[in-house]
């Protein structure tokens, strides 16, 4: 079955009270979206910058979280030899999983005192750079369980100084207020809101993707198409969170392929860039239940977040409907993939059509084999509570068209 003939699954049976608070909250939410204190990570190109960055901010030790992987292949070499040259100090924490849980975050924290540090560098995926987040955020509440920053705005203290580096281009954490975080007991997989988790700096070194194996480009790129696409087609958009949400998405698009067969210097760097612009988007402008679905996969099953979102983005955008149609053609024509004299409905097909070839090119699967019958309460649950009332998605869902979703996706849909 091809991913754009997918019918969509049916009508909503979402409650008019339920709708009306959830729109409600959203509304009020972008209201204020001028008056927050959202800002840019200023931007660096080349990883050995960072100690001479800390030396000059008076930084003594920093606390290096990074995953094995990183450390084994010898990724972070050269940024740590340039500390001994800058005479900076520095303690590596390199246990960080994928769906990084409560336990890492809690170890690096311990070490991060144990050796008193005094600033943070993350380097890796999403999953280090979330994890730093978090340790961020527990050294600025230190008496406050990551359990209890659930949701948005529940840190409201400043971390301490951290640099964001990017080794995927994928998901922009390296320029957003996100951090999110799987309980290590319940593998509830949530995510923690605010603007002190804004990285200071963001090291985009294209040189760090040349390792990376295809399929994490791949999974990765993906990822950052949907932080774009979810942005854009959002109820919550502004002109720059628009701006950055095109950009991101005719940068994949051109150059996703390429990055994944070839890692030309070119390719990756746009990708490191598209990843950037997306991350920028959805801080303001929210995902959507492409990510509530994708968010608790990784949390029961530990399932990749890339690949969770790159196998569910189609089949959610088509269940829309005709509701994003207007914005897939503004997509499409931005992109040049069609005229002004395209109908909506024509440019959603064509936008569909680019889709499935991309992600055949790269390797992306139509279904998860991990999901279960069994599981998917649970699964909806999380889902549900990730997205509701928050995420300001083009059509509200009850449970059972997000059971549906998954459904779709399950090897025994």
């Excluded at 660096?44 to 960055?53: F, G, I, M, R, S």
């Excluded at 003594?60 to 084994?72: E, F, K, S």
């Excluded at 070499?77 to 390199?94: G, H, I, K, Q, R």
């Excluded at 950055?244 to 746009?270: G, P, R």
Aim: aromatic share 8%.
């Amino acid at each position: 079955m091809k991913r754009y003939d997918i019918i969509p699954t049916g009508r909503n049976n979402m409650n008019v009270i339920k709708k009306l608070w959830a729109r409600t909250f959203q509304i009020s939410m972008r209201a204020v979206l001028p008056l927050l204190p959202y800002r840019k990570p200023k931007i660096l190109k080349d990883v050995c910058e960072v100690p001479a960055l800390l030396k000059d901010k008076g930084k003594i030790r920093a606390l290096i979280v990074a995953d094995p992987v990183i450390m084994q292949l010898g990724i972070a070499a050269p940024m740590l030899e340039t500390f001994t040259e800058n005479n900076v100090s520095y303690s590596v924490y390199d246990k960080v999983i994928p769906n990084p849980t409560t336990r890492e975050c809690e170890e690096a924290r311990k070490l991060y005192i144990d050796e008193k540090c005094d600033c943070i560098v993350a380097i890796g995926g999403g999953s280090s750079l979330d994890c730093a987040k978090a340790v961020g955020a527990r050294i600025a509440r230190p008496s406050k369980p990551l359990a209890k920053m659930e949701g948005i705005l529940k840190i409201r203290k400043k971390i301490p100084l951290l640099v964001a580096i990017p080794t995927t281009a994928g998901t922009g954490s390296e320029t957003t207020l996100a951090a999110v975080i799987c309980d290590a007991q319940t593998r509830h997989k949530y995510a923690i809101d605010d603007f002190p988790l804004i990285p200071s700096y963001a090291v985009l070194d294209k040189t760090l993707l040349k390792t990376l194996p295809a399929k994490v480009i791949s999974t990765t790129g993906i990822d950052a198409l949907t932080h774009a696409v979810e942005a854009y087609i959002g109820r919550s958009t502004t002109k720059d969170t628009r701006a950055d949400s095109l950009n991101a998405i005719k940068l994949i698009f051109e150059n996703l392929e390429e990055a994944y067969t070839t890692k030309s210097d070119i390719s990756l760097d746009n990708m490191l860039h598209a990843a950037h612009y997306a991350g920028r988007a959805f801080s303001k402008s929210y995902v959507g239940y492409v990510h509530a679905l994708a968010h608790a996969l990784g949390g029961k099953y530990n399932t990749p977040h890339g690949l969770a979102n790159a196998v569910l983005l189609a089949p959610v955008l088509k269940a829309y409907g005709s509701t994003i149609y207007q914005k897939l053609k503004k997509i499409c024509v931005y992109c040049g993939f069609a005229s002004e004299d395209d109908t909506p409905k024509q440019c959603a097909e064509i936008f569909f059509a680019k889709l499935e070839a991309l992600e055949n090119a790269v390797n992306i699967p139509l279904s998860l084999p991990e999901i279960k019958t069994e599981d998917l309460d649970t699964l909806v649950d999380y889902a549900y509570r990730e997205a509701y009332p928050l995420y300001p998605v083009p059509v509200l869902w009850d449970r059972e068209q997000l059971k549906k979703m998954y459904m779709e996706v399950s090897v025994n849909g």
